[in-house]
C-alpha cells in the first residue's frame, strides 16, 4: 500500500499552495479590477494549469489521482476563497481600514463618510440594504421591507452558527 500522493495530486497540491501567490501577481495587474474578477481569473488559471498537468506530467494516469486531485484542488479554492473574500470584502475590516487610513480620531458619521467615501450614514445604510436586496435576501413592496425565503433561511443560519459557537 502506497500512503504517497501520485503525480497529479502532487501537482494540486503545488498548484494549491500555488494560488495565494498568482492572486497576489495578479492584482499588479490593471486590466483585472475588481476582486471578484482576479479571484476568478486566479482560480481559472490554476484549474487550466492543473488539466495541463493531468495531460503532460509523464507516467501513468489513475482515474482516482486525477479525481483526488481536482478535490485537492477545489478544496484549497473554498479555503482561500474564504480568506480571500474576507480581505476583500469583510465589511468589518474594510471599515477598520477606512478608520486606520483617516490617521485621527473620527466621529462615527465621520467614520462612515470615510468608508463610503463621502457619503453620510444615511448613504451607508442604503448601500447595506442595497446588498440585501441585491443578493434576493429582503424585497421592497410599497416602500415596506420583508425579508424573502432566502433571507429567512439565511438569518435562521446565522443564528445557529451564533448559537452553536456560544456568541448569541
Known amino acids: 500500500m502506497n500512503f504517497l ?3 497529479v495530486q502532487t501537482a494540486a497540491i503545488c498548484l494549491s499552495a500555488g494560488l495565494p501567490l498568482l492572486l497576489l501577481c495578479y492584482a499588479r495587474i490593471a486590466a483585472l479590477r475588481g476582486a471578484g474578477r482576479r479571484f476568478r481569473s486566479g482560480c481559472l488559471s490554476v484549474a487550466a494549469l492543473f488539466v495541463l498537468a493531468c495531460v503532460a506530467l509523464p507516467g501513468q494516469r489513475h482515474l482516482d489521482d486525477v479525481i483526488g486531485g ?3 484542488l477545489a478544496t484549497a479554492m473554498m479555503l482561500c476563497y474564504i ?5 476583500a470584502w469583510g465589511f468589518t475590516l474594510t471599515l477598520l481600514t477606512a478608520l486606520v487610513q483617516a490617521g485621527h480620531p473620527l466621529t462615527s458619521e465621520q467614520w462612515a463618510a470615510a468608508y463610503m467615501q463621502g457619503g453620510d450614514l444615511g448613504t451607508f445604510a442604503h448601500n447595506r440594504l ?3 436586496i441585491g443578493s434576493g435576501m429582503v424585497t421592497a413592496v410599497d416602500g415596506k421591507l420583508t425579508p424573502t425565503a ?3 433561511a439565511v438569518a ?6 451564533r448559537f452553536s459557537t456560544g456568541l448569541g
Open 83 to 87: 480568506l480571500f473574500s474576507l480581505l
Open 70 to 72: 481536482f478535490f485537492l
Open 130 to 132: 442595497k446588498l440585501l
Open 156 to 161: 435562521q443560519l446565522v443564528k445557529l452558527v
Open 150 to 152: 432566502k433571507g429567512l
Open 5 to 7: 500522493p501520485g503525480p
